[in-house]
């Protein structure tokens, strides 16, 4: 079936570095993957969308490019700031009727 | 700031008794989602709806959860009679038609069965 899966539960930066946060999915029909950012207490939104494969896609410093040869969608940032320090939720659509979220990953950036 | 309203904020119950939570969808979103979030932070679909009409929903919401959208009022979703691994956050999410589309989230009831 449809899965979704983030590997890295919890991850820890120092204010200023590189950051990469691992999707993958399966699917058998033509994906929508999402990302989702959850601070503390608040709800989750939107981060940014893509379904077309190989072609980068940004919002707020983020980027990440859609790679349907190796089922993946991985969250990039150059530089992370304290702000960033959230919870991020990688989701795919499919054909059926609702998104499917991975685990997350919780990001904390220290100073 | 979230579009979609959600109440209450918190909610406490004692095994067995029914828990009632309520969802205003963003103005214009035809799509209403349900979704519970446990202590783990892990997302499961409960059930959706397009307009008044249930989209799908899983086997736990069809035994034990009731779930409406009705014209001109707010979606709610209530369990019967509430188990302790019922405790979790609620979300309540919103979108347009397409599968491109986003969800658009409350913030959530977090409800405690004790």
């Known amino acids: 079936g449809d899965s979704v899966t983030q590997t890295e539960g919890l991850v820890t930066l120092t204010k200023g570095l590189p950051v990469m946060l691992n999707c993958t999915y399966q699917?058998?029909?033509?994906?929508?993957l999402f990302w989702y950012v959850q601070h503390l207490n608040e709800a989750p939104k939107l981060l940014l969308k893509?379904?077309?494969?190989?072609k980068r896609t940004e919002h707020q410093g983020f980027y990440a490019t859609l790679h349907k040869s190796s089922s993946s969608f991985h969250l990039q940032k150059s530089s992370v700031q304290l702000s960033d320090s959230a919870l991020y939720f990688c989701?795919?659509?499919?054909?059926?009727?609702?998104?499917?979220f991975g685990t997350g990953t919780k990001l904390q950036v220290v100073p | 700031n979230s579009k979609v309203i959600q109440t209450p904020r918190y909610l406490v119950k004692g095994q067995g008794q029914k828990a009632k939570m309520r969802c205003i969808p963003e103005?214009?979103?035809?799509?209403v989602f349900w979704y519970q979030q446990n202590k783990n932070n892990e997302f499961k679909f409960l059930i959706n709806?397009?307009?008044?009409?249930?989209?799908?929903q899983i086997d736990m919401t069809e035994k034990r959860f009731s779930a409406e959208c009705p014209s001109n009022s707010p979606c709610s979703l209530e369990i019967q009679s509430s188990e302790a691994g019922d405790s979790a956050l609620y979300l309540c999410?919103?979108?347009?038609?397409?599968?491109?589309?986003?969800?658009?989230f409350g913030a959530g009831t977090r409800l405690s069965v004790l």
């Open positions: 999410a919103s979108s347009l038609l397409d599968r491109q589309n986003t969800l658009y």
């Open positions: 699917t058998t029909y033509s994906p929508f």
């Open positions: 893509s379904s077309t494969d190989n």
């Open positions: 989701a795919l659509r499919n054909s059926g009727t609702y998104q499917r």
């Open positions: 103005k214009g979103h035809p799509v």
């Open positions: 709806f397009q307009n008044q009409e249930v989209l799908q």
